[in-house]
DNA sequence: AATAGCACTCTAAGTGTTAGAGTGCTAATT
DNA sequence: AATTAGCACTCTAACACTTAGAGTGCTATT
């Protein structure tokens, strides 16, 4: 008889197991799995592999003598090691791209467009971060007055991402020294990322001696407030209805657990501004998210970019028994298409 | 024996069932009515006035001889005709407060809290429509170059609304002719609602005739922009979790609506636009909502406003089983706190 | 007019039964 | 030695059946 390789059989059930479950959404049993490979392995085998998998952890019964589920430690592996991604077809890819492209020139659109494209063509929940301004490459600022004691900034940054901030400062500047200063600094902060013009500018501050310090000062007293660079932490969300076509949502408890995770927008920052600092797909199956009791939830994240700068991230989130070749692809191409319509944008 | 005014007993009768109905979510008995009443009717003649209620569609039965429960049209004579309002304790009032004043002096930051500022007070999904740009009164313009071929406007409203458009212009102005144009317009626009902006300029240039003409021209042109006054439609949604509490959505179909409902921006967006209109406390309940197959489900709405002028709306969204009382105070407060804090932004 | 009494209805919850899907083990087969 | 067939065993999901009790409508009584 063939000797067989133990290990890539292993590798090929649980990949047949993981494959079996995300289609169906019920235990997977050895006859299922004999007939997935024409019989040419017989039931008895499979069972004899499902119960080493089961020991190593990969997979797990619900209850004695019932079928094999997937454990999270088996999706792990299977993302890790097995998964084989989809190709989108076209009319995946036109839907996306009528949503993103839009051309309304409106960026809250845009990004909410595509929280909808994700949820639409995979059927799990889609997430969009907003593009971080610290991240951003500063382009043109415009300050004026709006009354006597209080300045208004508008910064535009390459990636056609508007902030304004109102602030209040004590000294009463005219608008002609308002334009000075705009100026100035648009002449020098030209390429700067958001988040290194304070820095930038402090440096300046010590080099500078002459007159012009106190003009500096100024300029660099403006751009300190706080609130110049705070509040870009917006999440578009999309899909929360779509996903109860999923049959884990049945048990109200889950739906409730899901819900109550989309809403936290503290934890989910989090998670997309740390995923967003590694390059490509992120992927975080059920217990392993730790910043929540979420459970039965994974969430698959991917940067986009700018200019060849990470600017922002975008994320999908479902049940762990999730199409994972599609999403990955979905995700992948949406980054690079929002990169690429928002660049347009800037 | 004295005689009793039965329409007030039926009323008095139809206000407790509601009230039961609403308290315990399970139909009503004649028995715990007569309770209700410290037995000071039996309930057989509760069961007598309840058969006529019934006959007039005010209550009706899940099944044969199971408890009464209030039907759409016992819900509207309710809150017509019986609702009392329900003051809110001082600890609703400063959790509301708290949540509405960060001072952050970000509008977005205030709308989110607002919207979870109702959900948390009355237990049910909260929603806020940003202020209508054509309804809010202009207060500043600025204008300036981005590139050749693209001017940005930022206009900020009265209400602290601050939109910003970017626009293609084909014919290239300096900066200084746009300084020109948007100090004309400061001057010339104060006061004036940005939805009548337009006709209000048109007016203007039909009147000037003089080498001025030109100028004003562009100036007409720029305010022209499609973009400038769209996408101002924005929905702050909250508390989609919190509504899973309710015994109602244990049956996932309803759960599969309410979300489907909540995430129809279209439809909520056209009810609080047609509900802004007029003044005060909105409530649309069960079938009554015709823009959707919601059913089972009651939408409250309340405007709210901005130096004395109705901006936007505010709205909660529950199953029909809702404490009104409570809802109708909550919204009437918080857009009351709502439009103060914007008041203070602006 | 209001109420007590009573027969009747219907549900929700609990119990019992059964078909069938799936397992693990052992012995037979290749 | 690896694979497979056979078989006893386990557990669930589905269905039927029963029953307690909440609630009703009607009729006779106060």
């Known amino acids: ?18 494959e079996s479950y995300v289609d169906s959404a019920a235990p997977v049993g050895s006859r299922a799995i004999a007939q997935r490979f024409r019989n040419s392995i017989s ?10 998998l089961e020991e190593k952890g990969l997979i797990m019964q619900p209850y004695t003598s019932a079928g094999r589920v997937p454990t999270d430690k088996g999706y792990r592996f299977y993302v890790d090691s097995l998964l084989e991604l989809k190709h989108l077809t076209k009319e995946e890819e036109s839907i996306i791209n009528k949503l993103i492209r839009q051309s309304t020139s409106d960026i809250e659109y845009v990004m909410q467009n595509a929280s909808k494209a994700i949820s639409l063509v995979t059927n799990v929940a889609g997430v969009v971060l907003t593009p971080r301004l610290k991240r951003s490459i500063f382009k ?20 056609g991402f508007v902030k304004n901030s109102i602030m209040d400062f004590e000294e009463h500047l005219t608008g002609q020294e308002l334009t000075r200063i705009a100026e100035f600094l648009n002449s020098e902060l030209e390429g700067v990322s958001l988040g290194e013009i304070k820095s930038y500018l402090t440096r300046k501050l010590l080099e500078e001696r002459d007159s012009f310090y106190i003009f500096l000062k100024r ?9 110049l660079f705070k509040a870009d932490d917006h ?31 503290k934890g989910l920052l989090n998670l997309l501004n740390q995923d967003m600092e590694l390059e490509g797909i992120k992927i975080h199956i059920g217990k392993e998210n730790l910043y929540n009791e ?6 698959v994240t991917c940067n986009y970019k700018v200019n060849d700068m990470t600017v922002g991230a975008i994320a999908a989130i479902g ?14 191409y949406i980054s690079i298409e929002l990169g690429k319509e928002l660049e347009s944008l800037g």
Chains 1, 2 share one sequence.
């Open 1 to 18: 008889m063939k000797k067989v390789d133990t290990e890539s059989r292993q590798k090929s059930i649980l990949n047949a197991i993981v």
């Open 140 to 159: 043109h600022i415009e300050l004026f007055n709006m009354d006597d004691s209080r300045i208004m900034a508008v910064i535009v940054t390459t990636s």
């Open 294 to 299: 979420i459970q039965d939830l994974s969430i």
């Open 235 to 265: 999440l578009y969300f999309d899909g929360a209805a779509c996903i109860m076509s999923h049959p884990e949502f049945t048990d109200i408890k889950k739906t409730r657990l899901f819900l109550r995770a989309c809403e936290d927008k």
């Open 43 to 52: 039931p008895a085998t499979i069972r004899n592999v499902m119960a080493d």
């Open 219 to 227: 300029a660099t007293d403006i751009l300190s407030i706080p609130g």
């Open 319 to 332: 049940p762990t028994r999730m199409e994972y070749g599609r999403v990955i692809s979905v995700l992948k």
